[in-house]
Nanobody, 124 residues
Framework: QVQLVESGGGLVQAGGSLRVSCAAS????????MGWFRQAPGKEREFVAAVTWNGDYSYYADSVKGRFTISRENAKNTVYLQMNSLKPEDTAAYYC?????????????????WGQGTQVTVSS
């Protein structure tokens, strides 16, 4: 079965950096666009970043543009999210997801598979 397993979350001070990873199995990774979403307590899940099949194009929410970078290594079936200049408002559970279709890449309901999430907490 398909599994997406996130890792690398943790506690970091404001202004710091963190990289989260997502290892995929049970699917042909290169046939999926990959995305990162986040959800803070009491809030809806929101789009963070996404990358196309070969990593040629990436997309970001305005709130993270210039601070976060998404990348992927198809040989390792892994997608990454490098987060720099972190702010307390970045605190959330971060989820990776796989999109096997052609729909909008920023909408959660366009994704077929989800990981269990990894917590990122940014202290002020």
């Amino acid at each position: 079965q398909v599994q997406l397993v996130e890792s690398g979350g943790g506690l970091v001070q404001a202004g710091g950096s963190l990289r989260v990873s997502c290892a995929a199995s049970g699917l042909t990774f290169s046939r999926y666009r990959m995305g990162w979403f986040r959800q803070a307590p009491g809030k809806e899940r929101e789009f963070v970043a996404a990358v196309t099949w070969n990593g040629d194009y990436s997309y970001y929410a305005d709130s993270v543009k210039g601070r976060f970078t998404i990348s992927r290594e198809n040989a390792k079936n892994t997608v990454y999210l490098q987060m720099n200049s972190l702010k307390p408002e970045d605190t959330a559970a971060y989820y990776c997801a796989a999109n096997g279709g052609w729909g909008r890449i920023d909408l959660p309901d366009q994704y077929d598979y989800w990981g269990q999430g990894t917590q990122v907490t940014v202290s002020s």
